[in-house]
């Protein structure tokens, strides 16, 4: 089956390849010149819902989305569903600069990154699984691999930072993951 996957994030892309691999479904890029609607929701699942329905009946083929973030407990859950455009920064650098900032002087360094990922069909049927991983919060970044917040956060069990894991690493602990791994066991794979 073809899979358009809804997102304008390389990084998201990476990992959802990765972790679809054994479906042997062809999942295709959004093509150039569609664009990612703008995220107007204030839950995970409305902009989950919104990307991937929006992209599902443009395009008539079922579309893959993830809404995704990060909720620090110091602030009390932000930046949650507004975890992309937290701050106002400009690069993914800038924004855990940003965090680091206003996470100075707090000891409690306690973070959960939550995934909501849907598969919406052209005809409206949808389908949403969402998975959660808890961790803590370094003082400084560490790795270069991942993307956004990955080289800040440490899941628990765990002494490296996502930053410091590869795509094959990270996907049975992160969020993402753990939604992928509802989706793919839905779709009879119960690896
Ligand atoms: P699309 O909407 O096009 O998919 P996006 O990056 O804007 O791309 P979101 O609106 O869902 O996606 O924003 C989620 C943000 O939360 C993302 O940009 C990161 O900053 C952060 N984030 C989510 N999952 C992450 C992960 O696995 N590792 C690090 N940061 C993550």
Redesign the pocket.
Known sequence: KRVVV????P??VR?MAEALAGLGWELMP?PAGIA?PE?TGTT?EE??SL?ACTIATRLGLPAL??????EVDALDGQ?G?Y????GDCAS?TE?NTYLLDRLRGKSDRRAH?R?VVILAYPDGDMECYEGVVSGTLLEGPRGTQ?????PL?VPDGETRS?GEMSVEE?RPL???GLALKKLLAAHGHLK
């Open positions: 809804a997102t304008s994030n990084g998201k990992e959004l990612m995220e995970y902009n989950a990307k989305a993830d809404d995704s973030g990060i930046p569903v975890s992309a455009r937290f993914d924004r990154f995934s991942g993307f956004g917040y990955d956060f996502f990270k992160s969020h993402r």
